[in-house]
Nanobody
Framework: QVQLVESGGGLVQAGGSLRLSCAASGRTFSRYAMGWFRQPPGKEREFVAAINQNGGSTYYADSVKGRFTISRDNAKNTVFLQMNSLKPEDTAVYYC?????????????????WGQGTHVTVSS
């Protein structure tokens, strides 16, 4: 089992940047594919980005491609989401998730563990 704790959210102006972190407990972090999801106010949760076990493969939602970058540091049991050129529509609660499946995992149903979320607000 793994526990996930997100950090790095906050209030930023449009065009700004934030870097989210997700720290995982346990000694088997490198076994998990990782992903970031978000839930905008009043909307359903949506996929943002995914990364495979060794960090060699990533996948992004079209809405964030070219602006967001997912990465991981297996030595530090941490996955990151660098968010640049933020837009008001990026406002959401951001969640990281861990999957025992191999590769980059897109559907939320493919994830086994979830963090509590961190709030990101982008003002116009």
């Amino acid at each position: 089992q793994v526990q996930l704790v997100e950090s790095g959210g906050g209030l930023v102006q449009a065009g700004g940047s934030l870097r989210l972190s997700c720290a995982a407990s346990g000694r088997t972090f490198s076994r998990y594919a990782m992903g970031w999801f978000r839930q905008p106010p009043g909307k359903e949760r949506e996929f943002v980005a995914a990364i495979n076990q060794n960090g060699g493969s990533t996948y992004y939602a079209d809405s964030v491609k070219g602006r967001f970058t997912i990465s991981r540091d297996n030595a530090k049991n941490t996955v990151f989401l660098q968010m640049n050129s933020l837009k008001p529509e990026d406002t959401a609660v951001y969640y990281c998730a861990a999957s025992l499946s191999i590769g980059t995992v897109v559907p939320g149903t493919g994830y086994d563990y979830w963090g509590q979320g961190t709030h990101v607000t982008v003002s116009s």
